[in-house]
């Protein structure tokens, strides 16, 4: 279908100005962005980034922002991967079975940012209407869920009407790529994808798209969709949740 190309993602339906324009304090550092130099946007207790731009962090990610010092530095400060878009070659090709995919044209290492999932962050009541507008089409919303404490907050991702070649990466139950929670200096979070282990030239890219809501339940069940991953560890059945917005 027809969308609109993004190349990050955007604020759509149900999600406010204010909400999204929430901005954490930038940091005031004056040479490298790191642990060792006390960098404010690194929350962890490793830097976010290594010196050649692979994921480190386990935990809350932020990258340093427009709010930050090390705006005004040479380069371009190590805590900036996502933001910086897509380095690698990647190509939208037809499968014989799934529809359309994402090819790697070339080579990845483990933990190297691949793409953003972009889309429109939308709030939980658009995401209901869209899926009666669209039922019987495929579902493009990621639910990116965060635990606060006893707080569960979730964030609807849908790249269905304005996206990028995120939208077309198809599941797999052994994938080698997987989705990270990453903050680009607001409070609303983005969902980038990173290799989880060495990519060649060739592959087609992949992410667990996630644990099915649904599993031991035999009458929804009979209307799910056949996963073909073709991996070993196979669930069968593509995931699927009790509700839109599980």
């Excluded at 339906?13 to 690194?42: A, L």
Aim: proline content about 3%; aromatic content about 8%.
């Amino acid at each position: 279908m027809n969308y609109e190309e993004i190349t990050t993602t955007i604020p759509g339906p149900g999600v406010s100005q204010d909400d999204w324009n929430d901005e954490f304090q930038g940091c005031d550092c004056e040479t490298q962005c790191s642990i060792e130099n006390k960098c404010f946007c690194i929350r962890g207790d490793v830097d976010n980034y290594s010196e050649d731009g692979r994921i480190v962090a386990t935990s809350l990610l932020i990258e340093c922002s427009t709010n930050c010092s090390c705006c005004l530095l040479p380069d371009s400060c190590r805590n900036r991967v996502v933001q910086n878009g897509i380095k690698k070659k990647l190509n939208v090709f037809s499968t014989s079975e799934k529809g359309e995919g994402v090819l790697a044209e070339e080579a990845i290492q483990n933990r190297e940012f691949v793409c953003e999932y972009a889309g429109e962050c939308i709030g939980d009541q658009e995401v209901k209407r869209r899926c009666e507008v669209f039922k019987g089409e495929d579902n493009y919303t990621l639910t990116l869920k965060e635990h606060f404490g006893e707080k569960e907050v979730k964030t609807f991702i849908d790249p269905r009407l304005r996206g990028n070649i995120g939208r077309f990466l198809n599941h797999s139950c052994d994938p080698n790529c997987e989705i990270v929670v990453v903050r680009l200096g607001r409070m609303i979070p983005i969902a980038a994808i990173f290799a989880k282990r060495e990519i060649y030239a060739g592959e087609e890219l992949s992410y667990d798209y996630g644990v099915s809501g649904i599993d031991g339940n035999s009458s929804i069940g009979e209307n799910r969709k056949l996963c073909l991953c073709r991996s070993e560890n196979c669930r069968k059945y593509l995931p699927m949740s009790l509700s839109p917005i599980e």
